[in-house]
């Protein structure tokens, strides 16, 4: 069922990179989404203008790809009480670990911080052996 | 340019990346994550096309880690930083998160288009770990 989607994952790849450098280079920020969803709390912060913007950019995308022919296709199989439990794991994980996905394993990364590397590391491992665990054990 | 504008620019084409790479489907992810299993190895280059993208792109800008204004990456960065037990724990249980799900942080946001209850229950839970972890060590 699943296909080495080659082009397109370099070209997503590609596109998430400069998306980075313009918020690097325009905002002086990094785009680590954890940090940026994280920081529109509480809403009554004053200075978060820009990540409300940002959010509104990110969530818009797949309604304008689709809407330019583009298709999108989200399959959740996941229980929504394990999708409870992991967005827990996400939420507070992300902030305690200082990033996600974007933040350490591409910009702190690409910025070559040992950090960001170890924090890569050890997501990915902990990912794959729950996964390991769900998909071949229980 | 404003500083809005430019962030929403960048939101949006961070997404696009995220649809186009199919990052999006948490299917796709675990697939990814599954080696043992239907190994669909695609999303190493969506990291592979990113790092060397923005890698190169920082170096033509040569902009100093000190003129960002993220405390995440000055720490990230800061040679006298250590790899410390929040690090590996908080790194730990997200990657417990994202393998039980196949999201991570944007592409969950992103799904909150598609109108399906998994992706809501998913982040509203998200932004409940977030204050969790405020209540827990703001402060502190």
Not at chain 1, 20 to 32: C, H, K, P, S
Request: with cysteine.
């Amino acid at each position: 069922m699943n296909y080495l989607t080659v082009l397109s994952s370099l070209g997503g790849g590609v596109l998430i990179g400069l998306a980075a450098a313009w918020l690097l280079i325009f905002n002086n920020r990094t785009a680590g989404i954890s940090g940026i969803a994280a920081g529109i709390l509480p809403p009554w912060q004053q200075e978060n203008a820009w990540r409300y913007w940002f959010l509104a950019g990110l969530i818009i995308s797949a309604p304008l790809w689709k809407l330019f022919g583009g298709s999108v296709q989200i399959q959740i199989n996941a229980p929504l009480l394990v999708l409870a439990v992991a967005g827990l794991l996400v939420g507070y994980g992300t902030r305690l670990g200082g990033g996600c996905t974007s933040g350490h394993g591409i910009c702190g990364n690409a910025r070559l911080s040992v950090r960001s590397m170890v924090a890569t590391l050890t997501f990915m491992t902990t990912a794959g052996i729950t996964v390991f665990l769900v998909r071949h054990v229980l | 340019m404003n500083l809005n504008l430019s962030a929403f620019i960048s939101g949006l084409i961070f997404g696009l990346g995220l649809v186009l790479a199919q990052m999006t489907n948490p299917e796709k992810v675990l697939a990814f994550l599954d080696i043992a299993g239907n190994w669909d190895p695609s999303l190493a280059l969506v990291m592979v096309g990113a790092l060397l993208t923005l890698g190169t792109l920082q170096r033509l800008i040569s902009k100093p880690s000190e003129q960002i204004q993220d405390t995440d990456l000055q720490t990230c960065v800061n040679p006298k930083a250590t790899i410390d037990a929040k690090l590996i724990t908080g790194s730990a249980i997200f990657g417990i998160g994202w393998g039980l799900s196949g999201f991570c942080p944007g592409p969950a946001l992103v799904s909150l288009t598609a109108g399906l209850a998994g992706g809501y229950v998913f982040v509203a839970a998200m932004f409940i770990g977030f204050l969790l972890f405020n209540s827990l060590h703001r402060g502190r």
